[in-house]
């Protein structure tokens, strides 16, 4: 006598099929979900229109909260030579000292200047000083230590730059003046040497430090 076949085995295949279709659909809903949470988490606290680049740069700094609190307990290096300020209404480029006026910020110890009566731009690279880099090859503290001079140079009231020889601007390899630059405040009427003060504050390396016209006091703001 053959064997009966059960009569339930059409009813089990749908079955089968029905919980595959519903696995698939709440795998579906899993993935979905889990994408718009890394979506979610990706975006959070990013303000409108920020741009991803500079975000993902791990040297990036917010410059609006960024500060620098001086250890008051160190001695001003940067007070602790003088500058000569007779004749400063000249021409660097012909004197090697004058008054100049911010044409642009390039980083720590890289700027570019006017000259006294805007005629020329003096491309100046400060003496005795290598801070790290924060244009292209981004080093760490280097957006620190540029920003650390554009302030200090943007609250400026006025700016000198002086040759470490009298009487004639000096130049690098690259065409850029090697300038000592020296600042004033509204708060202040003393002249305060930035080259030394970046030393001193440890946001530059010593380069050539000791073989100069400030040698000595360049020297000691390094210990």
């Given at each position: ?35 718009a ?35 008051s ?34 980083d ?18 400060f ?38 020889e ?21 708060d ?13 504050e ?20 390094l210990?």
């Open positions: 006598m053959a064997a009966d076949t059960p009569e339930y085995s059409g009813d089990t295949e749908k079955q089968s099929v029905m919980r595959k279709t519903e696995l698939r659909k709440i795998i579906v809903c899993v993935l979905s979900l889990a994408l949470l890394a979506c979610l988490t990706a975006c959070k606290g990013k303000p409108a229109g920020e741009d991803p680049a500079a975000s993902s740069d791990p040297q990036a700094i917010d410059e609006s909260k960024w500060t620098y609190v001086r250890d307990s160190l001695p001003d290096f940067a007070t602790m030579v003088t500058l000569d300020d007779s004749n400063i209404e000249a021409d660097f480029l012909k004197t090697g000292k004058g008054l100049v006026t911010i044409e642009q910020h390039i720590g110890d890289t700027v570019h200047f006017w000259n006294y009566g805007k005629t020329e731009i003096i491309k100046a690279r003496l005795a000083i290598d801070t790290p880099e924060s244009t292209g090859r981004v080093e760490p503290w280097g957006k620190p230590a540029s920003l650390y001079t554009k302030r200090k140079l943007a609250a400026a009231t006025r700016i000198v730059l002086q040759s470490d009298d009487g004639r601007a000096l130049t690098d390899s690259n065409g850029r003046y090697l300038t000592w630059v020296w600042y004033k405040t509204a202040s009427d003393q002249w305060r040497n930035l080259n030394i003060e970046l030393l001193s440890g946001l530059a390396m010593g380069k050539s430090s000791s073989s100069n016209r400030y040698g000595t006091v360049a020297s000691d703001a210990t």
